[in-house]
């Protein structure tokens, strides 16, 4: 299996800061990683898929980039709604997984 | 609108049965493949199964093979996961997802609002 390590587990921010956060695959798997947004209590949102791309509806501040085994997922200015929990998640090989998770809390 | 809506979570006892249903509304569900996810109290988020447009196609996770069973009915535009024999690690929000293509690129792009199934005595 596929195992994928996200980095930070956890970050503070303010409103209007950018943040950055990491996603490593155990090994190479292109460009098939999806970035998910979740909140307490709801089903996770797709942010980015196939790697870069931007999901229709998500707001432009949201955006990824990387190949092979080492992705980014980048807020800038992050704004009150962007508080929530954020999974990358590999569609290379079944079975398909996801990183233990980024959680970005309200300095 | 498009959307999923699973339901058939609840109690259940080790060992007994329970069968979860994901139907979808707003779009023609026997043209996508359907994934389960499942989410623990408190833990993140884990594959469970998969299953193609017309069921010929299924994985699983190993964690559940031989114990729960996927499958569709697309004159019912509904999905299935047979959760049998299930056990106190089993207890989670199950979500089912919609795969999307993108040339060889897969993404779940439409969730729904997840079951909770937990498993006690």
């Known amino acids: 299996d596929i195992q994928m390590t996200q980095s930070p587990s956890s970050l503070s921010a303010s409103v209007g800061d950018s943040v950055t956060m990491t996603c490593r695959a155990s090994?190479?798997?292109?460009?098939?990683l999806n970035w998910f947004q979740q909140k307490p209590g709801k089903a996770p949102k797709l942010v980015i898929y196939?790697?870069?791309s931007l999901r229709s509806g998500v707001p432009s501040r949201f955006s990824g980039s990387g190949s092979g085994t080492h992705f980014t997922l980048t807020i800038s200015s992050l704004q009150p709604e962007d508080f929530a929990t954020y999974y990358c998640?590999?569609?290379?090989?079944?079975?398909?997984?996801f990183g233990q998770g980024t959680k970005v809390e309200i300095k | 609108e498009v959307q999923l809506v699973e339901s058939g979570g609840g109690f259940v006892q080790p060992g007994g049965s329970l069968r979860l249903s994901c139907a979808a509304s707003?779009?023609?569900?026997?043209?996508?493949?359907v994934h389960w996810v499942r989410q623990a109290p408190g833990k993140g988020l884990v594959w469970v199964s998969r299953?193609?447009?017309?069921?010929?196609?299924?994985d699983y996770a190993d964690s559940v093979k031989g114990r729960f069973t996927i499958s569709r009915d697309n004159a019912k535009n509904t999905v299935y996961l047979q959760m049998n024999s299930p056990r106190a690690e089993d207890t989670a929000a199950y979500f089912c997802?919609?795969?999307?293509?993108?040339?060889?690129?897969?993404?779940?792009?439409?969730w729904g609002q997840g079951t909770t199934v937990t498993v006690s005595s």
């Open positions: 196939i790697a870069s």
């Open positions: 707003g779009f023609t569900l026997s043209s996508y493949w």
């Open positions: 299953i193609n447009s017309d069921g010929t196609i299924i």
């Open positions: 997802a919609r795969d999307n293509q993108l040339g060889y690129n897969y993404y779940l792009d439409v």
């Open positions: 998640q590999q569609s290379y090989s079944i079975p398909w997984t």
């Open positions: 090994q190479g798997i292109g460009s098939h």
